[in-house]
């Protein structure tokens, strides 16, 4: 998991990003964001939040694919078959825990894995926000795509929030 603190989302690249933040960082907050909207969603907030965490984790054996390079490679990637890769020198309750946790998410099997893929949303969503608001070009296509793709009444609410609110509004309070 320490290769995500390193490994930079790559799609920021395509609107001039020179220095986008970390898999890592955006899987921070999509486990801060998971936990949230699943408090008020009625679910598990710590699931969610686990969930979230892992989201990613594939990406150190994938790297960070953008949306748009996917119809040119043959196959992304089973995130459920690399993850059973990834854990294969865990503990068998650890390994099994973050093989579940995967699974659920890929299958949305569930509401806790449905606030989890909206925290995922919502984050980019929030991210092109911020990118916007320093200067990027571009960024509407992110917000949109984020925004269309939400699911549950928390996230669609907070994309709200995030889209009439200055992302610095939190210092005048």
């Not at 603190?5 to 001039?16: F, I, L, Q, S």
Request: charged share 25%; glycine share 6%.
């Amino acid at each position: 998991m320490g290769v995500l603190k390193r490994m930079r989302r790559a799609g920021w690249w395509h609107v001039g990003v020179r220095d986008p933040e970390s898999v890592a960082e955006h899987s921070l907050r999509v486990a801060q964001l998971a936990g949230l909207i699943a408090a008020e969603e009625g679910a598990d907030p710590a699931r969610a939040a686990f969930m979230a965490i892992w989201h990613d984790s594939q990406e150190t054996r994938t790297g960070d694919i953008p949306h748009t390079a996917k119809p040119y490679i043959p196959s992304s990637g089973d995130n459920e078959a690399i993850t059973k890769d990834q854990v294969a020198r865990m503990p068998e309750a650890a390994a099994k825990t973050v093989q579940e946790a995967v699974g659920e998410y890929e299958s949305q099997s569930s509401l806790e894995a449905r606030c989890a893929k909206d925290a995922d949303k919502l984050e980019c969503l929030i991210q092109a926000v911020e990118y916007g608001a320093a200067g990027y070009q571009g960024v509407e296509g992110w917000i949109k795509s984020s925004q269309d793709a939400l699911r549950t009444d928390t996230a669609k609410r907070i994309a709200i929030a995030a889209l009439s609110t200055s992302h610095m509004a939190w210092r005048d309070r």
